[in-house]
């Protein structure tokens, strides 16, 4: 390639105490291009974004190149300054200001102007978003949207910017289907304007789609930089775990008897007439679009959501279940999709985290924890999930993303429920421990859990369930044995279908 770099990274280390995050990484953009950042979960991809960003400093000796001039970035206005705008998974907008607010801000102040005049505010708004072909009420608060349109804003604020260089921090992982392809457009967009993308993503498919380069990190080592012709899947996957994963069709014994009956459960708004059963022993693949209501409904059978009518039963008895306490105590576990926020408490250790929800069984008589149980406890959920680093007394908020939500999905599989609610188990983990948390899910049903798995992610749907369910627009609109689901007639349902229905 010709085009001289934008960016370069060199000998970049990273060291927290007793961990080494990057050990001499490097890292090379081109204008105009999108490039993949890739590697397992901990493998150091948030620690090299927040480097970029000026959040984190490198250790001393690294080197980070802008047009070929070495810079500095000691602080988030100076990689802004650089022309690099990074966007994280929560936006890190305002939800309480306008969209045109949200796009311009702190230009002016930026720029070194004193005073905010709102028509320019509305003019670089209004500019921004031309450039990017979208059309979005300025005067509409940040929150009122839904978050798709709430990342188009991010982007255009970066565009307002003038950035040259957009990193996104998985950027697709809560858009449904149609909105993933609109976010390709835009980035096309800004690849035309020369802008260039760091795209960081577990979702290796859509990476092949959309990027061109991908650099691949593994524990915190530097692998190595690849054009994409020169990978496939298998290839990419075994330079980022260093290791073949397998991904086995297990054979599963039959489901048991009935264990949760569901019948005509309704909430206005929410869904409809919801009827279905989940036998001891089964994985219920639940899928649809974004918004068809499947976490509503999840939520309805851990009360969180109670329906307005309609009946739940539970082993032939009927249940009423009003709170989450109720539920945990019918032996009903939820395990939320926004897990980082709402299962963790980040000042904790991994084994405190781990071992909460448990914490009653593993008192003794006289009230005292068993440490000895504890400790075993933490151990075997950490192994089997491969939680890293395997150090039981980290805290929460020392582990990368991806390997939080194991230390909640650790926490709450320890309960050993009757019945298992999963909403998207594997967003944001990476290709080796998705293996690790299907297996995982299988052998628990084999134990005779009976496990209701929401997923957008089809093929996960397709390799771990027994029975699929499709949701659309509040209504259960298909329902699939695993011999005769296809991607594309679930699809088809999950686009077409009609309620009444339900079978294939
Ligand atoms: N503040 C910190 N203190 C100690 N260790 C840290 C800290 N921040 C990150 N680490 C460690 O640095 C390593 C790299 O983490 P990082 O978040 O960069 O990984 P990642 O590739 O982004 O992972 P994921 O895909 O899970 O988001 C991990 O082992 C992590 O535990």
Redesign the pocket.
């Known amino acids: 390639m010709s085009r001289k770099p934008f960016l370069q990274m060199k000998n970049i280390s990273k060291t927290?105490?007793g961990?080494r995050?990057l050990d001499e990484v490097q890292l090379e953009i081109l204008p105009g291009e999108v490039h993949a950042l890739v590697?397992e979960?901990?493998?150091?991809?948030?620690?090299l974004i927040k480097i970029l960003a000026g959040v984190e400093q490198p250790d001393p000796g690294a080197e980070i190149l802008i047009d070929g001039h070495p810079v500095n970035i000691r602080q988030p206005i100076d990689a802004n300054q650089q022309g690099i705008a990074v966007i994280y998974q929560d936006f890190s907008l305002f939800p309480n200001l306008t969209v045109a607010e949200n796009i311009s801000f702190g230009k002016e102040i930026g720029l070194g102007k004193r005073l905010v005049n709102w028509n320019e505010i509305k003019e670089t708004a209004t500019k921004a978003l031309a450039e990017l072909g979208i059309e979005l009420d300025l005067n509409l608060q940040l929150e009122r949207l839904p978050v798709a349109k709430q990342q188009l804003v991010a982007i255009a604020r970066a565009l307002a910017f003038n950035a040259r260089f957009i990193i996104m921090d998985e950027p697709t992982s809560s858009l449904s289907r149609g909105e993933v392809e609109n976010l390709f457009k835009i980035i096309a967009t800004l690849k035309e304007k020369g802008i260039a993308i760091l795209f960081v993503s577990?979702r290796l498919q859509e990476l092949f789609t959309i990027a061109e380069r991908f650099t691949v990190?593994r524990d915190?080592k530097y692998i190595g930089t690849y054009l994409k012709e020169e990978l496939n899947e298998d290839k990419l996957i075994s330079l980022m775990v260093g290791r073949k994963i397998e991904f086995v069709k297990q054979s599963r014994s039959s489901p048991g008897p009935v264990l949760l009956e569901v019948k005509s459960i309704t909430k206005k708004g929410n869904f409809k007439d919801i009827s279905f059963t989940l036998h001891k022993g089964e994985i219920l693949g639940l899928t649809g679009l974004v918004g068809a209501g499947r976490t509503e409904v999840a939520q309805a059978l851990f009360g969180l959501n109670v329906p307005e009518s309609g009946e739940i039963f539970l082993e032939g008895v009927k249940v009423n279940i009003h709170s989450p306490e109720e539920a945990m105590g019918l032996g009903i576990a939820y395990i939320p999709e926004g897990r980082q926020r709402e299962g963790l408490v980040l000042r904790q250790s991994v084994a405190q985290n781990v071992s909460l929800a448990v914490l009653k069984k593993l008192r003794s008589k006289f009230g005292l924890l068993n440490a000895g149980k504890e400790r075993q406890l933490v151990e075997e959920y950490m192994e089997a999930l491969d939680i890293?680093?395997r150090l039981p007394n980290m805290l929460a908020m020392?582990?990368?993303?991806?390997?939080q939500q194991k230390v909640v999905l650790a926490k709450w599989l320890a309960t050993h429920p009757k019945v298992l609610i999963i909403d998207e188990p594997t967003n944001?983990i990476?290709v080796g421990a998705k293996a690790e948390i299907h297996k995982l899910l299988k052998r628990l049903a084999e134990q005779g859990m009976g496990i209701i798995m929401i997923s957008s992610e089809l093929p996960e749907i397709l390799a771990v369930s027994d029975r699929v369910l499709v949701m659309r627009r509040g209504r259960l609109v298909g329902e699939f044995a695993i011999e005769e689901a296809t991607q594309e007639k679930i699809m088809n349902k999950a686009f077409m279908g009609t309620p009444g229905k339900a079978t294939a």
């Open positions: 927290f105490p961990v995050a590697g979960n901990g493998a150091g991809k948030s620690t577990h990190l915190g890293r680093p020392q582990l990368s993303g991806g390997n944001g990476d």
